[in-house]
């Protein structure tokens, strides 16, 4: 399996945790999208501290760059 397939498994493991509690009590887009926020800003302040500060932001900008 390559390293892609890998963090698009984690990933999606990842995203059914955060998301489905959220569905099952009845929460709305906007409650998923607060929800994956805090998740993102926390995967970004635990890199951070790992001393990843400038790649966090450089993939951060990147990514929403691209999304435009």
Known sequence: MIQSQIHSRV?????KHVVAPIIDAGGTKVDVMVATESFLVGVAILC??????DTVLDVMVEGAQESR
């Open 11 to 15: 990933v999606a493991d990842a995203l």
């Open 48 to 53: 951070i501290r790992f001393g990843g500060d």
